[in-house]
């Protein structure tokens, strides 16, 4: 599905574009830093091992950021109202993870949309789900 | 299912630290740090990447990076094990957050809770921040859900 600029055009169980975005060290880094959460289990694949993880981790905080980005893009001009996201497991830098999205609800006089959001790992698993609701321009 | 083992002393921390407010703490919104953070999550909408933009305001959850000075309020009591982990969090968009804008947090306990699952019992204590710009307008709520294994 292309983006979507008018409430109109939206059905629950449609589904947002899929997208696999950029969890590369560089990236990762560069938001520890705007975060100032500049930890070694983020930036430092070895220093994460030390912590009995498999290689660095994308934060969470980040991760629902990159759902947040793929909304923006999927319905331009929206406004993210609430965005509730539950950290199961880790996703990690430098893989491909994968981030997809469905409506699962609309109010047609309120103009908004509800999501159900999900982050997949390089390795099938699930690391986060999540909903968000959103506003659509009148 | 509940554990009745565990269910009236959580009950009572229930009842007396949910709603209380433990810390007050203001943030300093910058273009730069909006605008790093957005790009760094993948943001192309100019909104939030653009500070010349006539729209331009912090990217929905740039407030989940703001820590309260105590993770809990003094004499919180000890339940469960270890200092837990990161479960989720739910932000809550209420206004634009502007540059520089100085905004006021306010941090509660909004919830103790717990579930049992193929882990076992776990505690959810559900800490609130609460961000107030300098015209008292309420501009972002972050629910910030720490998990705690139950002993």
New interface residues.
């Given amino acids: 599905m292309s983006a979507i600029t008018r409430f109109e055009d939206l059905e629950i169980g449609d589904d947002l574009p899929g997208?696999s975005?950029?969890v590369s060290m560089p990236?990762?880094t560069?938001?520890c830093?705007?975060?100032?959460?500049v930890f070694e289990r983020f930036i430092d694949h070895e220093a994460a091992r030390r912590e009995g993880f498999a290689a660095a981790i994308v934060p969470?905080?980040?991760s629902?950021?990159?759902l947040?980005?793929?909304i923006?893009?999927w319905a331009?001009g929206c406004?993210?109202?609430?965005?509730?996201?539950?950290?199961r497991g880790s996703l990690l830098v430098d893989s491909e993870i994968t981030m997809t999205g469905a409506v699962t609800d609309t109010d047609d006089d309120a103009l908004i949309a509800e999501l159900d959001l999900a982050i997949v790992a390089e390795d099938g698993r699930t690391g986060v789900i999540?909903t968000a609701r959103v506003q659509f321009e009148q | 299912m509940d554990d009745d083992n565990t269910m009236p002393e959580l009950a009572a921390v229930r009842d007396q630290w949910v709603g209380v407010e433990f810390d007050w703490t203001t943030f300093e919104m910058s273009a730069e740090n909006m605008v790093a953070w957005a790009k760094a999550c993948g943001e192309t909408d100019p909104r939030f990447i653009d500070p010349s933009h006539h729209d331009f305001q912090a990217h929905p959850g740039f407030t989940t990076h703001c820590m309260s000075g105590r993770v809990f309020p003094k004499e919180f009591p000890q339940i469960g094990g270890g200092f837990g982990i990161d479960g989720g969090k739910r932000v809550e968009v209420r206004a634009p957050i502007r540059s520089g804008d100085t905004l006021t947090a306010t941090t509660t306990i909004a919830d103790i809770f717990e579930k049992t699952g193929r882990s076992g019992t776990m505690i959810f204590i559900v800490q609130r921040m609460e961000f107030r710009n300098e015209a008292k307008d309420l501009v972002s709520t972050v629910d910030w859900k720490m998990i705690k294994k139950a002993e």
């Fill in positions: 997208e975005p950029d990236r990762v560069a938001f830093h705007a975060a100032k959460h969470g905080i980040m629902q950021g990159l947040a980005s793929m923006h893009r331009p406004e993210i109202l609430e965005i509730d996201t539950v950290f999540g």
